[in-house]
């Protein structure tokens, strides 16, 4: 990836270059244009050094447009539909950035349910929030704040009616898709993924089949028994996680992982196929062909034809020997083939390539990490793990909390829970939560407008592992812009938090009137 355009290679020579091509006598319109093929970094570097620029900047809002969508590292949705100014435009993307830095969380709605119709498996996405319980085998979704163009839905899953089997072992839905993927297991060696549509019981009708099909573990004549399942999708691609454990006749049954993945809309069959006996943390995906496996290290894969083993790309070596308990890079805010028409209304999009990753551990500790660096492979050997200090020291962020963390990711916006103090009944939980809003794009400070504090220095943790025979210091140094919340919230009392580029929510455990525990999920627009 090319950091600079040959032409602000050295910038001290700019306004001499300028002058000596004649570059201002040109039309304006040939001035925008030649501009606008520049990096923005490098607009923005002109209009420092030259005068000149500078007004021939400050006077055109496509350019400035340019750079604040590229700063705010967003895509240009092309769009006849969209009959908003360029100038209008960039009002509203610079007073939508301002807003997040106000950050104030009252509420304009909740939802109200029952407890017992939640689980750990809940999500915010496309505007819909939706919920599978594992253990009653009960779904369910509904719109949260939805958009004119958008399609909702209303539906709930009583217990046995999402699959054949008495349980299912895993569901995923997809609102911008109408879809709603069933994971079962049949005498648990073949597995079966249902592909239905969420507006009905049918069949998807983008789907190659009613049903993608997992048989057996290749290379193992031996029993196993299935310990988990996951299933992740994002655009045309699903991948199932299957954890096992496969019984020896002669030795101790052996632990091991297999991640399929399958182009859903095309085939119902896959050779696209990883396994491995190393501990599997999680995996996600990274756009549309590329899937992220985090083990000991960080490896990207090309998953662009599924007809065979997915393609190591890089190995990125890990800061220390974790366990991890997730990875977060949702993807519901990027734009996909099949739903351009719902979003016909959507000016700007999150880039794929320039998003953050955030990776938890069971250490407490939240790791957030450009995804740039997973895009810019050239010259790159792929067996061989990049070193952490060549990759991650200047590519991350690490956050250490005394006890769990709620988080969430979008786009290049961090939301963190901060503890506050510790409950005096329940010593294992923290008193109260604040909110912290983190803002990692390149014009965050600029459109803070004097809001929130400027982080650029470096910062050190101490690691220790092992009873205290492994310790290192990590140090990071992505630079963000951090605004505190001025609400404390009971941290017994709430369980979840996501983040959009709308809004905000926040799943809470209440007391209802007659003293039964209801869920409320609260949302706040900004």
Sequence with gaps: MTSASPIVENPSHIAHLVKKAGFLSLPEELRFYILSFLLYRDLLRCTSVCKSLRRTYMSSSGLQYIVELSGQQLLLVPNTDNHTTISERLRLLRDRAHAWFKFDLHCFKTISFPAEMCDERNAVIDGHFSLWDKNTDLAWIIPIVPKRSQQTFVREWSPG????????DDVFMDPAQNLIAVAYFVHDETAYIDLRALDGDDVHPQAAGPKLILSGLPGYETRFATTRTELKGFGRHITLRRSLVISHVETWASEMWQLQIWDWQHSTTSNSVLSDTTLLGDFCFLGNNRLLVVTNDLKIYS???????PQLLASFQSPERW??????????DIEQPQTQMQNQKSMYISDPKHRLLCITTDANRVYIISTK?????DGMTPAMPIPWNDWGSSNARIFQHPCECKIHVSGNRVLQAFPVGTHMRFPEFPKEYILHMMDFSPLAVMNRRGLGRVVKEPSTIDITEYYGLYRQRLTTS????????????????LEDIWLDKDSIYMLNNVNSVNDENIRRLEVIDV
């Design 478 to 493: 992505l630079p963000y812009v951090e605004v505190v919340s001025n609400r404390n919230m009971e941290a017994i009392d």
């Design 303 to 309: 998953i662009e034809d599924i007809s065979q083993t």
């Design 373 to 377: 660096v997973f895009f810019d492979l």
């Design 323 to 332: 366990l991890v308990k997730k990875c977060l890079l949702p993807m519901d």
């Design 161 to 168: 009616t999402l699959c054949p089997m008495r349980y299912s």
